[in-house]
């Protein structure tokens, strides 16, 4: 707490006449961010490559030891899924308390306020960014070639950055006003994992209903992944043009709710 109050009250001196400040003011942010997340951790950003590893290997024994379902490369096509996935959920559930965590320099400082979710949503992208260490790593592994649909990625995860950051902001808002939104939030990320591909690729869904499944902007984004890096394809444009949609939506949205409660937060905080 007093390290971000430091933060913000550095840019409430010398805001003015500083275009970047707000590009700095987010750095600092996100780096607070980080170091708090891992004050007194022994193993510090390590556990950014453990999480996932520990997770493929609790799904994989489940599904393919104990329920013995045979998924070719399942370790692949669960790490392309999971990553994204965890991103996603880090960043829209971590950002939903935000206000209320530091409501005291909401407070008594001004500073734009919307910087504080979107550092929640960097933070997630620095971890998001080590986790595909292993993913490059398993690659390296099992021989997955170059091809030219891997430069398609990038394109992905900006939509992704897009949704996540927009839900990010419209619900760390409504939650400083009502705040029961990061329980039901909890419990709708919770059926949403299991309408997503994450612990299974899409062709295991019967082929009748695999076009409109992938008509949800998450299950676009993580069988897209998986599309681009393992069988060399893209998503079919009219998926594409949805999750688009559904993104730019997402942060408009979110732009939206926060510009027309911005100057009720202290208030309510």
Not at 65 to 77: D, G, R
Not at 156 to 171: D, K, R, T, W
């Amino acid at each position: 707490m007093a390290t971000l109050e430091r933060v913000t009250d550095g840019y409430h001196q010398t805001s003015e006449g500083k275009v970047s400040q707000p590009a700095e003011l987010l750095w600092a942010l996100t780096v607070s961010q980080l170091k708090a997340r891992y004050r007194r951790s022994m193993l510090g950003f390590m556990w950014s490559l453990i999480t996932p590893l520990f997770q493929i290997v609790v799904v994989g024994f489940v599904f393919q030891q104990l329920l013995q379902h045979e998924i070719p490369n399942f370790t692949i096509k669960y790490l392309c899924g999971l990553l994204p996935w965890l991103y996603f959920n880090d960043t829209v559930l971590g950002s939903c308390p935000t206000f209320l965590k530091f409501r005291e320099v909401v407070k008594k400082i001004y500073f734009p306020r919307w910087l504080l979710p979107a550092a929640v949503s960097a933070s997630s992208l620095v971890h998001f960014g080590l986790s595909l260490v292993i993913l490059m790593a398993v690659f390296r592994i099992i021989g997955v070639a170059y091809h030219h649909t891997f430069w398609f990625v990038p394109v992905l995860l900006l939509l992704l950055v897009a949704m996540s950051s927009g839900l990010a902001l419209l619900f760390s808002v409504m939650h400083t006003f009502y705040q029961d939104t990061e329980y039901a939030l909890t419990s709708l990320m919770r059926v949403y994992l299991f309408v997503t591909p994450v612990f299974y690729p899409t062709e295991e869904i019967p082929a009748q209903y695999q076009y409109w499944f992938l008509f949800n902007p998450l299950a676009t984004i993580c069988e897209g992944i998986r599309g681009c890096l393992l069988r060399n394809e893209l998503p079919r444009i009219e998926h594409l043009a949805a999750c688009t949609l559904f993104a730019i939506v997402c942060l408009a949205a979110g732009v939206f709710y926060y510009r027309r409660h911005e100057h009720e937060l202290p208030e309510v905080l």
